[in-house]
Nanobody, 126 residues
Framework: QVHLTESGGGSVQAGGSLNLSCTTTEHVYGRNCIGWFRQAPGQEREGGAVIFTGGGSLWYSESVKGRLIISRDNAKNTVYLQMNALKPEGTAMYHC???????????????????WGDGTQVTVSS
């Protein structure tokens, strides 16, 4: 069974920063694709940053490149998402997702084929 624990969301003013965490079990974490996406009410899932825990390969969607940084801590079975210079349009539920594949080449499919956590709310005020 996949279990994802997301944390780090909150309310910040525009220009502020947040660091989201996604922790899972060793079995789920190992050599898989783990990433972050966001979904605002009434909108589709968008954006994305994915990391392959087996080797550290990274993928970013064009909309988040340069603004978000995804990283990992293998000892803690945790993937982080550092968000800087946040804007009000960044207000959304941020979800961690995992695709248990064992192959980095599968990571771009995480958004549509991964298992999603419940999310952590991020609210950015102007």
């Amino acid at each position: 069974q996949v279990h994802l624990t997301e944390s780090g969301g909150g309310s910040v003013q525009a220009g502020g920063s947040l660091n989201l965490s996604c922790t899972t079990t060793e079995h789920v974490y190992g050599r898989n694709c783990i990433g972050w996406f966001r979904q605002a009410p009434g909108q589709e899932r968008e954006g994305g940053a994915v990391i392959f825990t087996g080797g550290g390969s990274l993928w970013y969607s064009e909309s988040v490149k340069g603004r978000l940084i995804i990283s990992r801590d293998n000892a803690k079975n945790t993937v982080y998402l550092q968000m800087n210079a946040l804007k009000p349009e960044g207000t959304a539920m941020y979800h961690c997702a995992v695709l248990q594949t064992g192959y980095a080449v599968s990571c771009p499919a995480l958004q549509t084929h991964g298992y999603w956590g419940d999310g952590t709310q991020v609210t950015v005020s102007s």
